[in-house]
């Protein structure tokens, strides 16, 4: 492609001046198509899909149908999210070194790291017919799926600065993937959900009405009913889940492999050597507006992490719908797709930063109102609904101002290229930290309040605890990035003065290279 288009510019050269063709020409060449960017969507769903059945599924997974002792599951889920936050940093790292090939410097990753990915997530659902040793099969697969997906994910990430140079044009991709990404997440709920639903787990009565009868008779008949009657059907339904959702991971990386190309800055095109990570890592670490972005997402991600962990438990025990929650759970996903196009053209009309505090600060008044409900299930569904259009915000605008950081940085350091992996990776690495410490709180916190695993129903302690981890301290941690986001720096007048600068950067660039091409042409 890039071939042709120097072509083209060659033989036009002679009829027109430079000049009077050239901004016609880089419209043309910059503007992505429909089908572009809807393959570019694509790419993101895979990391979605398998995440929310993780992030939803696994615990209960580990615990009732591979039957760990709480323990070792937590050292599984603990171990794997800490994992893989490393391996974003690590894949960067490895990314900023690889130098460019036919299919281009972040694709071969994607493609290569599919087949593998694939394998690993199956495994983490199949139940090995073996006494010891299951702890560190779901270890090991478990780590080897988180590092394999973010070779996938982190060049994915990186991938926006390559699909276009214009702003407007990545974040229109932007938005089309946050629109998918947001839709993967329905996907894996919906797939994992309503496979695995079909077969219900007993849940196990609290001990002061076990104890009115027989406990051990009691406790004896519930295992026997576990396990003759559902554990091989559940263990079955899981493993058709994965095999799904697995299908889905490779068609959407198929799609994306055969419809985006990577496009190379014309200032890279002289050199392959490999970018110098550490010193790439320096310059990016000190660059105040990425510091100050991270600051203000990471309070944020926070905040939404901890609805998202303990929504669950909390439809499930506080509101005491059980047999609903997935349901109120597609509600906010399905509500948060249908306004992310809404959402774009916000942060269009009003500016990114407006979009920030308009579109997050939407949640409170519904994380406040879901605290008093009791146990309405149509306020429910609307507070859902409208949880959900702040969800799409949140999505959205992290992915939609990364690439005005990375813009800005080359204003700066015009001469240091390649660092694209290195902003996306540690970006992701914060927000996986930020997913671990939820995590590590929400756990700590229901123990200390006499959480019963399984239970049919738990102490008001729980109760009370699981409100405060849904309702006030994602409020708390909301005004709190939202005052970070105070300090950042790059505005709407900014991001216009950073377009013309580039545009005017990439134009001497452009000139030089022709001037170097006529000349060599002459010498010949």
Known sequence: MAGGGGAERV??????????????????????????????AVGGAPYQITGCALGFFLQIFLLDVAQLDPFYASIILFVGRAWDAVTDPMVGFFISKTSWTRLGRLMPWIIFSTPFAIISYILIWFVPDISSGQVMWYLIFYCTFQTLVTCFHVPYSALTMFISREQSERDSATAYRMTVEVLGSVLG???????VGQVNTPCIESPIL???????????????????????????AYMIAAGVIAGLYILCAVILSV??????????????????????????????????????????????????????????YTLGFRNAFQNILLAIMLSATLTIPFWQWFLTRFGKKTAVYVGISSAIPFLILVAVLDGNLIMTYI???????????????????????????????PESHGHEAIFFSFYV??????????????????????????????PSEVN?????LVSAVPVGLILLGLLLFKLYPIDEEKRRKNKKALQDLREDSNSSSESDNTELASIV
């Open 383 to 413: 507070v859902a609904v409208a949880a959900g259009i702040s969800v799409a915000a949140a999505f959205l605008l992290p992915w939609s101002m990364l690439p005005d950081v990375i813009d800005d940085f080359k204003l700066q350091h």
């Open 429 to 458: 690495f914060f927000t996986k930290f930020t997913s671990g410490v939820s995590l590590g709180i929400s756990t700590l916190s229901l123990d200390f309040a006499g959480y019963q695993t399984r239970g049919c129903s738990q």
């Open 11 to 40: 033989r036009a050269g002679g009829l027109l001046p430079p000049a009077c063709r050239q901004p016609r020409r880089r419209e043309s060449r910059e503007r992505l198509s429909v089908c572009s960017k809807l393959c570019y």
């Open 464 to 468: 009370f605890t699981l409100k405060m």
């Open 259 to 316: 419809g985006v190309r990577e496009k190379r800055e014309s200032s890279e095109l002289r050199s392959d050597e490999p970018v110098a990570f550490f010193q790439g890592l320096k310059l990016v670490m000190n660059h105040g507006a990425y510091i100050k972005l991270i600051a203000g997402f990471l309070f944020t991600s926070l905040a939404f992490m901890l609805l998202e962990g303990n929504f669950a438990l909390f439809c499930t």
């Open 189 to 195: 709920t919906a797939i994992q959900g309503q496979i």
């Open 210 to 236: 076990i104890g009115r009868t027989n406990s051990s008779v009691a406790m004896e008949e519930l295992n026997m009913t576990h396990d003759t009657g559902s554990l091989t059907d559940t263990r079955n």
